[in-house]
């Protein structure tokens, strides 16, 4: 909630601009909470393969082929 009011934009949009577009997810989904924010405590379907991109970025230091 705090980045997300912070910077006035919706977290889920936030995922998607930052994390999902650049590392090519395929289908994901987030959960809401009842009130319409990203309840970023868990519960994000991904597949297996974004999974492990997540993992390579945790890995490399950050960096997703050769850039931050």
């Known amino acids: 909630g ?3 009011r912070a910077a006035g ?6 995922f998607h ?7 090519q997810f ?6 809401l909470t009842p009130l319409g924010s990203v309840y970023t ?7 297996p393969r974004d999974e ?3 993992g390579q970025l945790y890995l490399s230091g950050g960096k997703w ?3 931050f």
């Open 2 to 4: 705090a980045v997300e």
């Open 9 to 14: 934009i919706w977290n889920a949009e936030t």
């Open 17 to 23: 601009q930052h994390i999902a577009l650049p590392l």
């Open 26 to 31: 395929g289908v994901y989904h987030l959960n």
């Open 41 to 47: 405590g868990g519960g994000a379907y991904l597949l």
């Open 52 to 54: 492990l991109k997540l």
């Open 65 to 67: 082929n050769g850039v």
